[in-house]
């Protein structure tokens, strides 16, 4: 079990760095999408680059964090519990400040990602799950 969840932390990582290259235009994830444009947190405040600039950066630091963290638990560090909720509760802050605020496209503004954050921060906070010590 610790290596299932091992490496479905690293790869939600991963799939950070999708969005930092849509976040950076590198390539859309889907026809259309324009996120992050339109944050309810920055658009406000910043230009359009300065808002996908941000969360290039941030998404980097999130990714990098769950990354980390799940290598960690692979490589059964004792560290790696800290840095997996980190990484997910700051994956979770990314995309809720980056959101644009409205109800519709919600997995193109990081909801299924919300969701499996909270789902690692329940496994590992809650259920303690997986027991490595």
Do not use: C
């Amino acid at each position: 079990m610790r290596f299932i969840l091992g490496a479905f932390i690293v790869l939600h990582g991963m799939v950070h760095l999708l969005y930092f290259g849509q976040s950076a235009r590198y390539f859309e994830l889907k026809p259309g999408m324009v996120w992050p444009d339109g944050s309810w947190a920055f658009s406000k405040l910043l230009e359009h680059e300065a808002v996908r600039n941000l969360a290039s950066i941030v998404l980097i630091l999130a990714a990098l964090g769950l990354i980390g963290g799940g290598v960690g638990l692979l490589l059964n560090q004792a560290w790696w519990r800290p840095v997996v909720v980190s990484g997910a509760a700051f994956s979770s802050l990314v995309y809720i400040l980056f959101w644009n605020g409205k109800m519709q496209n919600l997995d193109g503004q990081g909801m299924v990602a919300i969701l499996i954050d909270i789902a690692i921060l329940l496994a590992v906070l809650v259920f303690r799950w997986p027991a490595t010590e």
